[in-house]
């Protein structure tokens, strides 16, 4: 029951510091504006929480960690990155995030710095606690495979509420393959990989618009 506690207390705190944000945002049907000042405050805001979820996936014994994807990457990790890519590509073609969603403001050197740390640390913070926590924590608490899939998966599609229903249905979508892929082989890496270069990209593009 001890073990319990800890897990509910921390998964309802990250749930909310991750979700709710966008719920509200939806419900006032804002547009975020990202620019150089808004990303690093939301970035500098994001650390507490990213420093909380690489605390709990690192710690315990090394194979607690393994169980949690921190497994070094293999050579065959090269085709199920591209595999991901050519997906999270596909999805994002058929089920585009609203326009009015949000709007990117940088440019030159600096902007496309800001805009590959600002999308490695939320890959890594999503991938940190959908996957890793998710996805290894509740099969040791003794829920159904089934629930901990759907868990995740619902989870982390409410995350994509703000950006309309089209971001729902692909976070949806993409968040299945990532959690399929991690219950095939927990490994963070080439998950964080994938998420970042598809919220990289993304970012990049919308600059150009």
């Given at each position: 029951m001890k073990g319990r506690?800890?897990?509910?207390?921390i998964t309802l705190l990250v749930s909310v510091v991750l979700v709710l944000p966008g719920i509200l945002l939806k419900q006032a049907s804002t547009s975020i504006i990202l620019d150089e000042k808004t990303i690093t405050i939301s970035f500098i805001r994001g650390l507490p929480i990213l420093a909380l979820l690489l605390f709990i996936s690192l710690y315990?014994?090394?194979?607690d960690r393994r169980r949690r994807g921190w497994n070094r990457p293999v050579l065959s990790d090269v085709p199920v990155l591209l595999i991901l890519l050519t997906l999270t590509a596909f999805l994002s073609f058929v089920l585009p995030a609203s326009d009015d969603s949000y709007t990117v403001f940088l440019s030159g050197w600096k902007g496309m710095g800001l805009i590959?740390?600002?999308?490695?640390?939320t890959a890594l913070t999503e991938e940190l606690f959908f996957r890793s926590w998710l996805l290894s924590t509740l099969p040791a608490l003794g829920w159904p495979r089934?629930?901990?899939?759907?868990?995740?998966v619902i989870s982390f599609a409410s995350l994509h509420l703000w950006q309309g229903w089209s971001a729902v249905f692909f976070?949806?979508?993409?968040?299945?393959?990532?959690?399929i892929i991690?219950?095939?082989?927990?490994?963070?890496?080439?998950?964080v990989t994938a998420h970042t270069l598809h919220n990289a990209m993304a970012l990049i593009i919308m600059t150009v618009r």
């Open positions: 506690i800890p897990f509910y207390i315990g014994t090394p194979e590959i740390i600002f999308a490695l640390s089934s629930l901990v899939f759907a868990t995740s976070a949806a979508a993409s968040g299945a393959a990532y959690s991690f219950f095939r082989r927990p490994g963070l890496f080439v998950l």
